[in-house]
């Protein structure tokens, strides 16, 4: 079975400052990687995907992810946050076996605080 | 191209009703997820209909039913409400290895 842990569940930043979110995954196969946003009363929107390929991932809004399989984590990052960026931020994992999507398991959420 | 769309926005019921929730998927897209997001947690995978059939389940229980159309729109039906059963429903369509979430349904069981 996947599991999906992030470690922090709140992350307080100033405006303007590089941010992390941590996401750490458990499974026996290989996987599909996600980070996807959700800002209050809304549904998720996607930030940005694994596949397969180069390790660096880019997504919207200046996010960037790194995919380390030997870690086994795929860890968000933003060089300069804006009060916009304050959100609930979830990570997900699923199985890439099956030619269409798998269901995605996800972690319990990083609140992103932005402020002054 | 219209997103994924979910009908009724907010909908409260009493303990032992039933309701259904809709879904339209994104343009295209053939396979459908429904997921329950309880407050503070992240969203727990409960079905996904492709070709008109239960493709995967999740752990619920019988109460948590399906149904996808022809037009690849979707219903989540559950039974018996309980307490517990409050939470945002979303639903997430999908072609190929990326699913696309709909602003979701939350639901209210007093």
């Known amino acids: 079975a996947q599991s999906v842990t992030q470690l922090d569940s709140q992350v307080p930043v100033f405006e303007e400052a590089p941010v992390e979110l941590r996401c750490n995954y458990s499974s026996s196969v290989s996987v599909y990687l996600f980070w996807y946003v959700q800002y209050p009363n809304q549904g998720l929107q996607l930030l940005l995907k694994y596949l397969s390929g180069s390790t660096l991932v880019k997504g919207i809004n200046g996010f960037e992810a790194e995919f380390n399989k030997s870690q086994t984590s795929f860890h968000l990052r933003k060089p300069s946050v804006h009060i916009s960026d304050t959100a609930e931020y979830f990570c997900?994992?699923?199985?890439?076996?099956?030619?269409?999507?798998?269901?995605?398991?996800f972690g319990t959420g990083t609140r992103l605080q932005v402020t002054l | 191209d219209a997103g994924v769309t979910q009908s009724p926005t907010h909908l409260i019921k009493t303990r032992g009703q039933q309701v259904t929730l809709r879904c339209s998927p994104k343009?295209?897209?053939?396979?459908v997820s429904w997921y329950q997001q309880a407050l503070g947690q992240g969203p727990q995978f409960i079905f996904q209909y492709y070709e008109e059939e239960e493709r995967q389940r999740g752990n619920f229980p019988d109460r948590f039913s399906g149904h996808q159309f022809p037009n690849y729109s979707s219903e989540l039906n559950v039974n018996a409400l309980l307490l517990g059963d409050s939470a945002l429903y979303l639903c997430?369509?999908?072609?190929?290895?990326?699913?696309?979430f709909g602003p979701g349904t939350r639901l209210t069981v007093l």
């Open positions: 997430a369509s999908s072609l190929s290895d990326t699913q696309y």
């Open positions: 343009s295209g897209h053939d396979t």
């Open positions: 997900a994992v699923s199985d890439p076996g099956t030619g269409t999507a798998s269901k995605l398991t």
